[in-house]
């Protein structure tokens, strides 16, 4: 048979396939033209709350200039939502102190770099960073194998500026109005969240202040002494149950129950935070005391009557 003569029926096939296929693109092009995208906001859910849960908080370790280009420029890969300059900074030229917004509060800036708080990671994702300019700086010695932080690294931390502490509280105050999840004990530093590497803002950031003005977490004084009778002349609670509590509280800890290197990192931070004028990282009646304060303060619900603390799990 020759199969040349079948060559016209099969180029029909396809020409008609061709036309219906075009002919239903469109009649759907068509449709579509005619179909206007409104968006209605006529009806809200209840079932919602906003994606910001932490605000964190900074020191830039130089002078305003050098931090500006650092946040700002790509070179460099970090930034922060906020940044606030000091007085008496002379590459600071503007008369007055004004806060700087550099990244906008619904994208993500980043400030936070590895980091955990209430068994939650990647902080970038779910935070505010804010950025204070302030000189204060600790150095290591990096080859040295036996690295301890109690002995052989070097911290200058200073005074923060009271009007860049105003600009904060400024800063922050509406900013819990328009973030539902930021509760008092989302609102920490950056050595919180990264107690192994990071020692900023530093025991010299006047949180309690922050705390007077209804911005973050503070201990209540007959609470502290409360536990401080117990764990005095009953029974201090033991290293397993100090790392169970920093854990309750948000800090990230393995519980190994003996006083290691992550525990003493924390206890740092906890105290830069908590107990500013003693910042050694020692473990005492007074450091459980303050966080047994805190805990039945913002989180009564893991300590038991017998001042046991139910771990959370991991
Ligand atoms: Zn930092």
């Keep these: 048979m020759n199969a040349f003569k079948f060559i016209p029926i099969v180029l029909f096939l396809i020409f008609f396939n061709n036309e219906f296929s075009f002919s239903q693109i469109e009649k759907l092009n068509h449709s579509l033209k005619d179909l206007e995208y409104i968006e209605k906001t006529t009806y809200s859910s209840e079932s919602v709350n906003t994606r910001i849960r932490f605000v964190v908080i900074h020191y830039t370790s130089t002078n305003w200039e050098q931090s500006l280009k650092i946040l700002t420029k790509a070179d460099y890969e970090v930034s922060s939502h906020y940044l606030i300059p000091e007085s008496f900074d002379e590459t600071y030229k503007e008369k007055d102190l004004y806060v700087y917004k550099i990244v906008d509060e619904n994208d ?12 939650r990671n990647h902080i970038n994702d779910q935070s505010i960073g804010i950025e204070l300019v302030n000189n204060s700086e600790c150095y290591y010695q990096p080859d040295n194998k036996e690295l301890n932080y109690k002995e052989n690294y070097l911290c200058s931390f200073y005074d923060y500026d009271p009007k860049q502490i105003q600009l904060l509280i400024k ?11 930021i509760k ?12 192994n590497r990071k020692y900023d803002p530093g025991p010299r950031f006047p949180w309690f202040t922050l705390y007077q ?9 007959e609470i502290v002494d409360k536990y401080w009778q117990e764990f005095t002349t009953i029974k201090m609670p033991t290293i397993l149950d100090i790392q169970c509590a920093l854990k ?27 107990r500013p004028w003693d910042t050694k990282g020692d473990i005492d009646v007074g450091t459980a005391s303050t966080l047994w304060a ?14 046991k603390i139910t771990c959370v799990k991991e």
């Design 213 to 221: 003005n209804g911005i973050g977490a503070w201990y209540d004084n």
């Design 248 to 274: 309750s509280y948000g800090y990230k800890i393995n519980l190994t129950g003996i006083e290691d290197k992550q525990t003493d990192a924390v206890v740092r931070s906890f105290h830069y935070h908590f």
């Design 171 to 181: 800063t922050i105050k509406p900013m819990l109005k328009r973030h539902d999840e």
């Design 184 to 195: 008092p004990t989302h609102i920490i530093g950056h050595s919180d969240i990264a107690p």
């Design 294 to 307: 805190l805990l039945e303060k913002y989180m009564p619900n893991v300590i038991d009557a017998n001042s």
């Design 108 to 119: 993500r800036a980043w400030h936070a770099g590895e980091s955990s708080w209430q068994g």
